[in-house]
């Protein structure tokens, strides 16, 4: 980990990836630590992104640098010190991560900052617009028993005698049983040692309906800009655990409202209040595709039809009837390529596409990357994000064609769990007719 001073504090953070990749801010829950992010944030800048984990003010090796300042827990400070963060490391825009409080210093970040948010991922927990915490419903309440505790003042010196043992309560009741093992919880637990970790907790907590509750006058002015903010304009995921009993997936009904930018809603069957470190895999994939991916425009057109030409090329001369490859020339797939845009999403990798992907129906039609992006996931990034089109579009299954030839490409989708069929004959476009190609037919349930 590496630190930084603040105005307020000396934050201890971790920096993967290369330094001039699209910055991804990694905002940790409570109770949780910043350790928990350490194998996706890895994922995610093997893709080519800089991820930035802090530890958040109150956990880990993050210091309040003055004895004085109010351990204020409310989301306006942590968006407020993570503001400090990325303006310190020099970075102007930034796509953040967020579960739990991090989710909530997330939305705070899109709502008060939108211009410098680039895109927003946000796990296991609800937007509140305009920052206004409502008294839930008795159903509810009871689930939130936690955070009641916290407002009697024998419970609040339970949790300052035993931040560890209070946590563990919540792991134990907030997901499926046997989540997790100890030596996952032993090493999240050392981020609760931290000396303000309860102070922090607390104030979080109770200056939500304690009107007396110490809060930091520095975070005023950010905390009217919250409550003049009722919708978020950033493209935002929300990653939701089906089997969440904290949080569970009914409060999010009707959120979609709230976002003018965009707004997708992942439910994950099985899996508790802590995606991130239940389905890791599943997590990583839906963040690299929410922040690297998104709908082809007529500006990249140029950079679509030359991939698809030299792609076409590399994994299919020799393997088709010569007809076919005779009309596939370099000018040929800028039509193509302008004719399948309202059905092409690309990844972008340093500012530039990567590598595309094509989706008519149920069928995955084209899938390319860079030859200089090859290697690096986005394949199977672009692939992953097809198959949700596919299923999010009502089909139990997609299929794609593959030449019988093309032994690295066939690998690639058996790798990915597709599933060879056998041969069929394609009917490839060529004018207005069709040519007939050997290949074979692969195919994945989606349900």
Request: charged share 20%; with cysteine.
């Amino acid at each position: 980990m590496t630190t930084l001073r603040t105005e307020v504090l000396s934050v201890s953070y971790r920096d993967a990836g290369p330094v001039d990749g699209p910055p991804v801010l990694i905002l940790h829950g409570w109770p949780d630590s910043a350790s928990a992010w350490t194998p996706i944030a890895d994922q995610l800048a093997g893709l080519g992104l800089r991820t930035i984990t802090p530890e958040l003010r109150g956990h880990g090796g993050t210091r309040f640098l003055d004895a004085s300042t109010v351990r204020d827990g409310r989301s306006v400070a942590l968006a407020q010190d993570a503001v400090d963060l990325v303006d310190h490391l020099g970075l102007e825009q930034f796509a953040v991560v967020g579960h739990d409080w991090g989710a909530r210093a997330g939305y705070t970040l899109a709502a008060v900052a939108p211009s410098r948010v680039t895109r927003l991922v946000t796990l296991s927990l609800g937007y509140q617009p305009h920052g206004v915490f409502a008294m839930p419903d008795f159903g509810q309440a009871r689930a939130f028993w936690y955070q009641w505790l916290m407002y009697v003042d024998a419970g609040a010196e339970a949790i300052r005698r035993d931040p560890a043992g209070f946590a563990r309560v919540q792991w134990e009741t907030w997901s499926p049983p046997g989540w997790y093992d100890e030596a996952a919880f032993g090493e999240a637990s050392r981020a609760f040692e931290n000396p303000d970790w309860a102070a922090v907790t607390l104030s979080g907590y109770r200056s939500r309906f304690l009107a007396d509750e110490p809060r930091d006058t520095r975070y005023d002015l950010l905390g009217a800009r919250l409550r003049d903010v009722g919708t978020i304009g950033v493209d935002t995921l929300t990653i939701q655990g089906a089997e969440d009993y904290c949080d569970p997936p009914s409060l999010l009904v009707g959120q979609e409202k709230f976002f003018t930018g965009g707004y997708r809603l992942e439910v994950i069957d099985g899996v508790g209040h802590f995606p991130h470190r239940e389905a890791p895999g599943v997590v990583a994939s839906l963040i690299a595709e929410h922040v690297t991916m998104r709908a082809a425009t007529a500006g990249d057109v140029e950079a679509i039809a030359e991939m698809w030409h030299r792609g076409w090329h590399d994994g299919h001369d020799g393997q088709v009837p010569a007809e076919l490859a005779s009309v596939r020339t370099p000018e040929s797939f800028g039509p193509r390529a302008v004719d399948r845009l309202p059905q092409t999403t690309v990844a972008e990798r340093g500012g530039e596409v990567a590598g595309f992907v094509v989706v008519v129906g149920d069928e995955v039609e084209q899938v390319y990357v860079s030859s200089a992006h090859r290697g690096g996931g986005a394949a199977s990034t672009l692939l992953a994000a097809a198959e949700r089109q596919v299923r999010a579009a009502g089909f139990p299954s997609a299929w794609l064609a593959v030449v019988a030839g093309n032994a690295r490409a066939r690998r690639f989708y058996e790798r990915e769990g597709w599933v060879d069929e056998g041969d069929f004959d394609y009917a490839a476009e060529s004018g207005d007719t069709t040519i007939g190609v050997p290949c074979r037919r692969y195919t994945k349930r989606l349900t």
